[in-house]
């Protein structure tokens, strides 16, 4: 199973963008979907996941009420609609896929075990 990102740019403060993260293969439905971010010099951050079928999502209080993770198996792919952005937003945003056992995932970068190549987001003052 391979992920790539898209749907990243520059985005002025207040504005919003919507990242996909489109698997490679139909398994995908079987992964739960965790979404981090890297800002530099800072350490990779969770701030989003959800389970395999979708049904139960957790969120970073950095962007709870501010970002939306969702997942479409039909499509291979998850999103991260992102609201309200700030600077503090900007970094390289990577989605990440894992079978943990319990089914619940978590913001343990070790516990993901593939991961995209990720995508820049800006968010300008």
């Known amino acids: 199973l391979q992920l790539v990102e898209s749907g990243g740019g520059l985005v002025q403060s207040g504005g919003s963008l919507r990242l996909s993260c489109t698997a490679s293969e139909s398994r995908f439905e079987y992964y739960a979907i965790g979404w981090f971010r890297q800002a530099p010099g800072l350490e990779r951050e969770g701030i989003a996941h959800?389970?395999?079928?979708?049904?139960?999502?957790g969120y970073a209080p950095s962007v709870k009420g501010r970002f939306t993770i969702s997942k479409d198996n039909a499509k291979n792919t998850a999103y991260l609609e992102m609201h309200n952005l700030t600077p503090e937003d900007t970094a390289v945003y990577y989605c990440a896929a894992d079978m943990p056992p319990t089914g619940w995932p978590g913001f343990t970068a070790a516990d993901y075990e593939i991961w995209g190549r990720g995508t820049q987001v800006t968010v300008s003052s």
């Open positions: 959800i389970t395999s079928n979708a049904g139960l999502t």
